[in-house]
């Protein structure tokens, strides 16, 4: 079983629709968490970076913890064609060795 | 600030021969990541470094693979025999702290024949 699982997708939405995205998780030490947006042939860029439970809002981009339930969220408002991208969630624990989830690829169709 | 740098950005070879990558991280980022990324997975880690040290070494990471920072500055990936499973997009990573989180370069994406 891996430690981060993610849905690979592809998740296909109509523009202005919202994007909801999920990774869960098996380790407990996990502390710090990150969404990534990559796009094709590109290096992954960061997103959100959160380290407690709860929401944080930076735009129309919304990131969720509960770590609790070892579960993580993206959210992303008013979608763009331009989201259309690969989301990677990222975990770190507090010595610092990061694991990514699959990544999953996000269409979004004008 | 520049962001995170990789060079080259494409390298092709033959089967069996030696290759080696460039990262030029963040200035001032004392932690610099390596990782190798294949079509539809995450980035794999492959090693760090903390300064000039490395810390760690993935189980991926053969002997063929070796990775240096000598002046806790730059890193250079050596990649000795290719074999054609070493096709991947090689991706670095620097940050500057354990707590803080860390920012990719673009990549070195390698083609193996």
């Known amino acids: 079983q891996k430690e981060v699982e993610q849905d690979p997708g592809p998740l296909s939405v109509p523009e202005g629709a919202i994007v909801s995205l999920n990774c869960t998780y098996s380790n407990s030490a996990f502390q710090y968490f990150m969404w990534y947006r990559q796009y094709s042939r590109k290096g992954p860029e960061l997103l959100m970076y959160?380290?407690?439970?709860g929401n944080k809002e930076d735009g129309r981009f919304t990131a969720q913890v509960d770590k609790s339930s070892k579960y993580i969220s993206l959210f992303i408002r008013d979608s763009q064609p331009s989201d259309s991208a690969t989301y990677l969630c990222?975990?770190?624990?507090?010595?610092?060795?990061?694991?990514f989830g699959a990544g999953t690829q996000v269409v979004v169709t004008p | 600030d520049t962001g995170v740098s990789q060079n080259p950005r494409h390298k092709i070879t033959k089967r069996g021969q030696n290759v080696t990558f460039r990262c030029d991280p963040i200035s001032e980022h004392n932690r610099l990541y390596w990782y190798r990324q294949t079509l539809g997975q995450g980035p794999e880690f492959l090693t760090y470094?903390?300064?000039?040290?490395?810390?760690?070494k993935s189980r991926l990471l053969s002997d063929r693979f070796s990775a240096e920072r000598p002046k806790g500055s730059f890193s250079t990936l050596e990649i000795q025999r290719t074999e054609q499973g070493d096709s991947a997009m090689y991706l670095c990573?620097?940050?500057?702290?354990?707590?803080?989180?860390?920012?990719f370069g673009p990549g070195t994406r390698l083609l193996v024949l």
């Open positions: 990573a620097s940050s500057r702290t354990v707590q803080e989180t860390q920012y």
């Open positions: 470094f903390q300064n000039e040290a490395q810390l760690e």
């Open positions: 959160t380290y407690s439970s």
């Open positions: 990222a975990m770190k624990d507090s010595w610092g060795k990061f694991q």
